[in-house]
């Protein structure tokens, strides 16, 4: 991982082994090439990707996926579906404001490009599918070079609309994105657990130190509480869809703030080795970073959950249930 995400360079050899397993395809229905899998069986492979840092494009990809599939037509689906779950074509998505997303993850390697328009007050209007000749993709450096990001800006009229709601697919987006923070959060704090127990200072490991202990103790509670949010909203997806859109919010904010949580406190339990190239740790809390940037971040998705419960008490119409930026 360290050699590509110094070069900026994605792992072919492992994205050719992952296509040849189907796991871009695993929750694509079968009729489309998929393996017919749900959003749990997704979820868990975000989870070990995200806690192995691979720099594969996996995670862009399925999240296209998951937009076209629940939102496009069935030409739509037959066309772009069978290269998505097959891993010969990459995509990416973004959510974009007056034609212009600020970070999309993937985009300088796809071949299929979803955006999404959101609204002044971050309700999801129309989602539409373009090619890259068809937007201009301006690549940037992020915090986190094991994986590629640009904004992409889309003249007015360019591309194709989805035919459906694009709130399914993004919410199942957010739900895949809150997976590969669990395994973030999970690493960081199994990396952490065993540097405190070797690591000695005055003759004892630095882990009996009782402020050692305790931020210990909260990475774990971090990272159980965006497990079990994840968990959650995965089973929501496929055996009660009515109850995603609130797991979904709930979900990427709290796997969001538990991932910067914890592998801030994991670099911290490091001591000065921890700030250093040489450590590994920093590669977590930049994988972090950017993953809980994408698609919203806590704050938008607190407000989001705070409009779904408020409209289910009645305190404000339904249709107001939606994020605010």
Do not use: N
Request: hydrophobic fraction near 50%.
């Amino acid at each position: 991982m360290r050699e590509h995400a110094e070069a900026r360079r994605l792992d072919e050899a492992l994205w050719r082994e992952l296509c040849e397993l189907g796991w871009p395809g695993i929750a694509v229905a079968e009729r489309y090439g998929g393996q017919g899998l749900g959003l749990v069986e997704l979820c868990i492979l975000c989870e070990e990707l995200g806690r192995a840092l691979a720099p594969v494009p996996f995670l862009p990809s399925v999240i296209a996926a998951a937009a076209i599939e629940h939102a496009g037509s069935q030409e739509q689906r037959e066309r772009w579906l069978p290269g998505l779950a097959s891993g010969e074509t990459l995509g990416a998505l973004g959510l974009a404001r007056e034609g212009l997303a600020e970070l999309v993850v993937g985009a300088a390697d796809a071949q299929v490009l979803v955006i999404v328009d959101e609204g002044a007050a971050g309700e999801l209007l129309t989602a539409y599918v373009l090619t890259p000749e068809q937007a201009e993709i301006a690549p940037f450096d992020s915090i986190d070079p094991t994986r590629s990001a640009a904004r992409v800006s889309a003249p007015t009229g360019a591309g194709e609309a989805l035919a459906g709601d694009a709130r399914p697919g993004v919410d199942r987006a957010l739900v895949a994105i809150a997976s590969e923070l669990v395994g973030v959060c999970d690493r960081a704090l199994s990396m952490t657990v065993a540097y405190v127990k070797e690591r000695r200072q005055f003759g004892v490991p630095v882990g009996a130190f009782q402020a050692v202990s305790h931020r210990c103790a909260q990475m774990l509670l971090d990272t159980e509480r965006a497990r079990c949010t994840a968990a959650f909203a995965a089973w929501t997806a496929d055996a009660d869809p009515e109850q995603l859109p609130e797991a979904a919010a709930m979900a990427k904010a709290g796997a969001g703030e538990a991932a910067r949580e914890v592998t801030a406190g994991a670099i911290q339990a490091h001591g000065g080795i921890g700030f250093t190239w040489e450590a590994d740790v920093h590669w977590l809390y930049k994988r972090a970073q950017l993953d809980a940037a994408l698609l919203g971040g806590g704050a938008v998705h607190r407000a989001r959950l705070a409009a779904i419960l408020a409209a289910r008490a009645g305190a404000i119409p339904a249709g107001r249930a939606s994020p605010v930026s």
